[in-house]
């Protein structure tokens, strides 16, 4: 069995909600279909969760909100014309907006989430119906009567461990079901929504529930590509296969195609991910898999990430101090700021981290306690940092493979200002000053990948 995942684009217009059913009544394993709201139909469209938010905005400021409802209605309307579907769903939909819009706003966040999850929730209504016009046995299944049961913080919401079971036993049915993303329910009854992009958390939820033998996740890529095409434009090949672990790798360092926190359910499950272009429904794709043959030498993709600042500290004799390193994280940690690397020498270490999350106040209080705490020789902070990953299962064992990425970044002039080896030695990370990342980037792929583009 197949549980297919399609994103806003493709739900965006009937064209693409036709795409829809006929790549699911294609195979008779896709019994399952995730639906996010309909996106974007061009590049000035507005999405309509984005709609539904500054709608829901305008509701709890007690300002005119009539207008914006209307232009979600029209999103809809515009499906069920262009589809000939029976009228009355646009009715169905507006009732359904019109109750969420006048219900309890004593709690903004969970009147907001009841919002949000319209969009999803209308679409997969739609979307059955265009099924049944076409003579498919589709139904429209409810989170919260398939048992979808979510923690009640509010648009960061999260699965209970509880809902496996009672999902795995209502979503095996006759008729193809058509199930809305993004949402389920608190044990109180109330929407609770996952944060942003959440229709891929229930796609992955929902594979894993049902054991499927693969989560197809649709989308407008025909496949995840080993470089991002706009720092490499003449990128064509993507990737076929790769591993979970490669593709956690690639994610964490700015590989947008997916979301590796969404994808973890399925993963936990070892449920082979299949993500596909609901536009070219040919294309194989690029799997991602518990386990692939790999070939020593190659590495699956170059990911690079931009916005990290240095914490830098030296004091002479640092490494026979016992307790210094724990000392520096405590700080950090007292600070509530995570750290993602860091690479040391004898005498001084670097604590790489995202400088979002790093502002000026907590450097100032960070930098005196270290100074205070630990007497250094020196402590200080640099900011705009890049780093480059390079990714691949062929890296293990194999020799010369940091040599070649330090002569192709050397020969394109590219200065290393760390490197990073984990000892599972399937990705080594390069910190550079973020101007030379887009180089950086092009002379890794140009020395991997050599008949890439
Ligand atoms: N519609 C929601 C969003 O725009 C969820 C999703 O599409 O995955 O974030």
Redesign the pocket.
């Known amino acids: 069995m197949k549980v297919c995942k399609f994103?806003?684009s493709s739900v965006a217009d009937a064209v693409q909600v036709t795409k829809i059913v006929d790549i699911v009544l294609a195979d008779p394993d896709r019994r399952i279909v995730v639906v996010?709201?309909p996106g974007k139909r061009n590049k000035l469209d507005t999405?309509v969760?984005d709609l539904l938010i500054s709608c829901a905005g305008l509701a709890l400021a007690g300002k005119a909100y009539e207008p914006t409802l209307n232009q979600i209605v029209e999103r809809y309307a515009a499906i069920q014309r262009d589809l000939s579907l029976p009228p009355e769903i646009v009715a169905t939909i507006e009732a359904d907006l019109r109750t969420r819009v006048s219900g309890d706003k004593s709690h903004p966040g969970m009147f907001l989430d009841a919002m949000k999850a319209a969009?999803?929730d209308n679409s997969a209504k739609i979307v059955a119906e265009a099924f049944r016009v076409r003579g498919a046995q589709a139904v429209y299944l409810n989170p919260g009567e398939a048992g979808m049961c979510m923690t009640d913080d509010f648009g960061n919401a999260q699965l209970l461990p509880e809902s496996y079971r009672k999902l795995s036993q209502s979503l095996l049915r006759d008729e193809i079901v058509i199930f809305p993303?993004?949402f389920g329910y608190t044990a109180s009854g109330k929407v609770a929504t996952f944060p942003?992009?959440?229709?891929?958390i229930t796609g992955s939820i929902l594979a894993a529930a049902v054991k499927a033998d693969v989560y197809e996740n649709f989308t407008d890529v025909d496949s995840v590509y080993p470089v991002d095409p706009r720092l490499v434009p003449s990128v064509k090949e993507g990737i076929a296969t790769m591993t979970y672990r490669e593709m956690r790798e690639l994610s964490y360092a700015g590989f947008g195609v997916f979301n590796d926190e969404a994808v973890f359910p399925a993963v936990r499950a070892g449920i082979p991910i299949n993500v596909r272009n609901t536009n070219h429904p040919d294309a194989p794709g690029t799997m991602i898999v518990q386990s692939r043959r790999v070939q020593p030498g190659t590495v699956v993709g170059v990911a690079s990430s931009d916005g990290f600042c240095s914490l830098f500290v030296d004091k002479y004799m640092m490494n026979r101090e016992v307790g210094f390193g724990r000392r520096l994280l405590q700080i950090l940690e007292e600070e509530h700021v995570a750290w993602e690397h860091m690479p040391s020498g004898i005498d001084n270490v670097s604590v790489l981290m995202r400088d979002s999350r790093f502002g000026k106040e907590i450097e100032a209080r960070v930098i005196a306690r270290i100074k205070r705490d630990l007497q250094p020789d020196n402590v200080m902070v640099e900011r705009g940092y890049s780093l480059i990953m390079l990714v691949g299962e062929g890296l293990i064992y194999t020799v010369g493979m940091c040599a070649k990425a330090a002569e192709a970044l050397g020969g394109a002039g590219v200065n290393i200002e760390m490197i990073n080896q984990g000892s599972s030695e399937i990705s080594i990370m390069f910190g550079v000053r973020s101007e030379y990342r887009a180089k950086a980037v092009n002379a890794l792929y140009k020395a991997f990948f050599p008949h890439g583009s």
């Not at 942003?196 to 891929?200: C, E, F, T």
Request: net charge neutral; glycine share 40%.
């Open positions: 994103g806003g996010s709201a999405k969760t969009g999803e993303g993004f942003r992009g959440g229709s891929d």
